[in-house]
């Protein structure tokens, strides 16, 4: 007797291909052991340009992330980025990129010396904590997190959310124009060994939203890219605000969906050749 796979059985291994996006990883950056921020390098000079969930250099514990499947995508150990002329970190010693680190620097990545536009902080308020720049007047700037990608797997339609705009340091949000917010973007850069950073093809459409601290929901414009096992660098833009006070984020969300294995499709297409040679069997 011919074995004959169900419509719905098919149906369902379709959908499940065609699933929603999965959060990848998250994180409210709430109740840190430490509010320290930690040195790292730039540009050949110790900054306080990034901070971690125990602050003093040390990687963010457990639980200040939350990681759905490590072994497909986790947070980066990758401790040093360069775009050729600012680099950030240090390939060792004290002031590397640590694993879970968020950190600040210039749209281009630079550091400006004896200026404020790259130093970051906890904003602070009961049990509520937001990674800040420190910097009050209008500029524009990255807040940065380094991530990887196992090996075997890729991932398509992605989805980054998170709340922006402007606080203060006890973490009161201003009730901004979206003007005064100003616009939220979000580039992904693949990472080379030797820390080279290199934009994806993947692309996002910025957003400009009024309020105290609106949900950015940003979608990868061109949801059928893909990005595959490697280290990658997840840069929050935030350029272009009117109010004097510094820019603040909350509440990261990186999503997307899995793309099924080669073997994955086979199984589904050989399945319903089995179920339409039954069909005109019957028939």
Do not use: C, H
Request: proline residues 3%; without cysteine.
């Amino acid at each position: 007797m011919k074995k004959a796979y169900s419509l719905i059985g098919i149906a369902a291994l379709a959908a499940s291909l065609n699933s929603q996006a999965a959060v990848l990883f998250s994180t409210g950056w709430d109740s840190p052991t430490s509010t320290s921020n930690d040195a790292v390098l730039m540009n050949g000079t110790s900054r306080s340009a990034s901070i971690t969930g125990a602050g003093a250099n040390a990687p963010s514990p457990a639980g200040f992330w939350t990681v759905t499947n490590a072994a497909q995508v986790d947070l980066s150990s990758a401790t040093f980025i360069t775009n050729g002329t600012n680099n950030v970190g240090a390939t060792s010693g004290t002031d590397i990129l640590r694993k879970g680190a968020v950190f600040t620097t210039g749209t281009d990545f630079a550091y400006d010396i004896g200026a404020s536009n790259s130093t970051i902080r906890y904003a602070t308020s009961t049990g509520v904590w937001a990674p800040q720049m420190n910097a009050t007047a209008p500029n524009d700037a990255r807040f940065n997190v380094l991530f990887e990608i196992g090996s075997g797997v890729s991932f398509d339609d992605w989805n980054v959310s998170f709340n922006y705009g402007t606080a203060s340091t006890s973490l009161v949000w201003n009730s901004n124009t979206a003007l005064q917010n100003g616009t939220a973007d979000v580039d992904i850069y693949s990472v080379a060994g030797d820390g080279t950073l290199t934009l994806t093809g993947l692309t996002f459409t910025g957003t400009s939203i009024a309020g105290a601290s609106p949900l950015a929901s940003l979608d990868a414009d061109n949801s059928a890219t893909s990005l595959a096992s490697g280290t990658y660098l997840l840069s929050i833009s935030l350029t272009g605000k009117t109010l004097a006070q510094r820019y603040t984020i909350d509440n990261l969300v990186v999503s997307a969906v899995v793309v099924p294995e080669p073997a994955t499709w086979a199984l589904l297409a050989g399945s319903m050749t089995t179920l339409l040679v039954f069909r005109r069997r019957r028939g």
